[in-house]
């Protein structure tokens, strides 16, 4: 009898174990990334009455490089609401790699003149990147004036992506 009951206390235990023991968790990764864009396009609006404010839509295109070496295309849409170039905005930026897959976020941040901040969310990635969930944090971003005949100054900025990619 009493080996029965040892025999059963043993496969309980067994079968609680595999039952209860955790499910591995995908590791985070992190990116470090920098982005060189220019202006392509920009509609606005003055508000009336109110000197330097303008509430517009800006398309920005460039290349990001990421610290393992690749290379790829971004595009972001950013709606800004600024007084003399000062003011909270918010984008979607759309991320194209060599190998066709794509990684979009949305951001939101605010704009001191010649320099911005951000934290922003991965909403959705293709290809290799499908399933995608992360965040990303500009660390530095600098706008550059305009140069001559261009709409707007240029972006040079860095941020950091932490993600996750669900199991294959």
């Not at 309980?12 to 990116?31: D, G, K, N, R, Y």
């Not at 790829?72 to 003399?84: L, M, N, P, S």
């Not at 991965?122 to 990147?129: K, Q």
């Amino acid at each position: 009898m009493t080996t029965k009951k040892f025999m059963w206390v043993l496969l309980s235990v067994f079968v609680a174990t595999w039952f209860l023991s955790p499910v591995p968790q995908t590791m985070a990764e992190t990116w470090k990334v920098k982005v060189f864009q220019h202006t392509t396009k920009m509609e606005g609006a003055p508000i009336p009455n109110a000197e330097g404010h303008i509430v517009g839509v800006i398309v920005r295109e460039g290349v990001s490089i990421y610290d393992n070496g690749e290379l790829a295309w971004v595009k972001t849409v950013t709606i800004g609401d600024f007084i003399k170039g000062v003011g909270p905005f918010s984008f979607y930026a759309i991320t194209t790699f060599e190998d066709g897959s794509t990684i979009t976020g949305y951001a939101k941040g605010t704009s001191g003149g010649p320099t911005s901040q951000f934290t922003g969310e991965i909403i959705h990635g293709t290809g290799r990147f499908q399933g995608i969930k992360g965040t990303s944090i500009s660390t530095s971003m600098k706008n550059l004036p305009p140069e001559k005949g261009e709409i707007l100054g240029k972006s040079i900025g860095e941020l950091t992506i932490t993600y996750t990619l669900p199991p294959k």
